[in-house]
């Protein structure tokens, strides 16, 4: 007759399992509440993950050193397909740089490939480059044509 009923222990036992269980729902259900899910809608470059970063540095303390360089390396590479886009159509039009240094930084900047280390600093010479060949007189004749062309919209 023992055998079909459980003791004390067994009983007492179970009852933590099942306290622990609701502690744990109660917590989750909590979590939740605070939790707020939204779904960003909206054609490339509309601003949907600046939203995303911006929330993440006001709601949770910003980024941290490594997040930090994996953005500087992606700014990196922005900073170069965009100086490559540009010159890019520099060619298309046949547009000579007005600066004659600016010959030197396009054969430069077109054979830069930015290093995959995002604990590597860009070169200076790069944004020396890319500030002399956006000083030129000749990007306005470009920018004349930037409907015929693709340059990010952070790049002006």
Request: proline residues 4%; hydrophobic residues 35%; contains cysteine.
């Amino acid at each position: 007759m023992g055998a079909c009923m459980s003791t004390n222990s067994e009983e007492d036992e179970q009852r933590k399992r099942s306290q622990m269980i609701d502690r744990r729902l109660d917590e989750d259900n909590r979590r939740l509440r605070r939790e707020c899910k939204i779904l960003l809608l909206g054609s490339g470059e509309s601003g949907k993950s600046t939203i995303v970063k911006q929330m993440k540095i006001i709601h949770q303390n910003g980024y941290t050193p490594e997040e930090l360089g994996l953005y500087r390396l992606t700014i990196y590479k922005n900073l170069i397909d965009c100086a490559k886009a540009l010159i890019s159509a520099m060619e298309q039009f046949e547009i000579k740089p007005e600066k004659e240094v600016n010959i030197e930084h396009i054969a430069y900047l077109m054979n830069y490939q930015v290093d995959p280390d995002p604990h590597t600093p860009l070169e200076s010479k790069v944004g020396d480059a890319v500030t002399s060949i956006w000083r030129d007189p000749a990007i306005k004749s470009v920018m004349e044509h930037q409907s015929e062309f693709y340059l990010m919209d952070s790049a002006p």
